[in-house]
C-alpha cells in the first residue's frame, strides 16, 4: 500500500520560510511525477508545483522564485522549499504522485501552513 507523508508545515512569519517534506513508502513503480498542491480555506486545491520524473519542474506564477520543489531518489523524498512567504500562502499542502502519465493518483494528508503578518 502506497502512502505519502508530508510534514514541516507550521507557523512562520511573512518573509520567512519553510522547508515541505514528503517521503513515499510501500511503492513498487517509479512516479511518472510528484506535485504540491495547497487548498486555502473555501478555495479550491491548486498545484503549486511539479516535477517530472526527468526532473523538469514547473510551477504556479504566484510561487515562482519563492518556492523550490526538489527531490531525493534515495530518501523517497520530495521537497518544496518556501521562501519570502506571504499571508496569501496560508493553505494546507498537499503531495501528490503520478502512478500513471494523466493524472495525480496518490496523495497525502496535509500539512497546515500558516504564515502571519
Known amino acids: 500500500q502506497v502512502q505519502l507523508v508530508e510534514s514541516g508545515g507550521g507557523l512562520v512569519q511573512a518573509g520567512g520560510s519553510l522547508r515541505l517534506s514528503c517521503v513515499d513508502s510501500?511503492?513498487?513503480?517509479?512516479?511518472?511525477?510528484m506535485g504540491w498542491f495547497r487548498q486555502a480555506p473555501g478555495k479550491q486545491r491548486e498545484l503549486v508545483a511539479a516535477?517530472?520524473?526527468?526532473?523538469?519542474?514547473n510551477y504556479a506564477d504566484s510561487v515562482k522564485g519563492r518556492f523550490t520543489i526538489s527531490r531525493d531518489n534515495a530518501k523517497n523524498t520530495v521537497y518544496l522549499q518556501m521562501n519570502s512567504l506571504k499571508r496569501e500562502d496560508t493553505a494546507v499542502y498537499f503531495c501528490?504522485?503520478?502512478?500513471?502519465?494523466?493524472?495525480?493518483?496518490?496523495w497525502g494528508q496535509g500539512t497546515q501552513v500558516t504564515v502571519s503578518s
Open positions: 501528490a504522485g503520478k502512478s500513471v502519465p494523466a493524472r495525480y493518483d496518490y
Open positions: 516535477i517530472t520524473s526527468g526532473g523538469s519542474t
Open positions: 510501500g511503492r513498487t513503480f517509479s512516479w511518472y511525477g
